[in-house]
């Protein structure tokens, strides 16, 4: 599988963007998929992460009713809707994707991660 995502760029504070991961190679459909994200001098961060299906969802709390995380099956693509962005929601944002079972335990560790995208960096000015 092999992920793209897309949709970063510079936004002021207050703002929104949606970021995309496209997947190729083969259908995502059963798969749990994640966004991660890390800001310069900083570790990767658990953002949010989604089922198979869409209708169970994850966060971490520094996103949590800010952002969104969706999927289109149907498109191959999973979503992260980022509305009131703040400063601190600058870096580098990942898509990630595996074959587990959606548990707390497995979407919120990179480790249990197989497949990653690029990264898009998400600016967000004060």
């Known amino acids: 599988v092999q992920l793209q995502a897309s949709g970063g760029g510079l936004v002021q504070a207050g703002g929104s963007l949606r970021l995309s991961c496209a997947a190729s190679?083969?259908?995502?459909?059963?798969?749990?998929m994640g966004w991660f994200r890390q800001a310069p001098g900083k570790e990767r961060e658990f953002v949010a992460a989604t089922d198979w299906s869409g209708s169970i969802t994850y966060y971490a709390d520094s996103v949590k009713g800010r952002f969104t995380i969706s999927r289109d099956n149907a498109r191959n693509t999973v979503y992260l809707q980022m509305n009131s962005l703040k400063p601190e929601d600058t870096a580098v944002y990942y898509c990630a994707g595996t074959g587990r079972i959606f548990t707390i335990a497995t979407v919120t560790a990179e480790g249990r991660y197989p497949y990653w995208g690029q990264g898009t960096q998400v600016t967000v000015s004060s």
């Open positions: 190679g083969r259908t995502i459909s059963s798969y749990t």
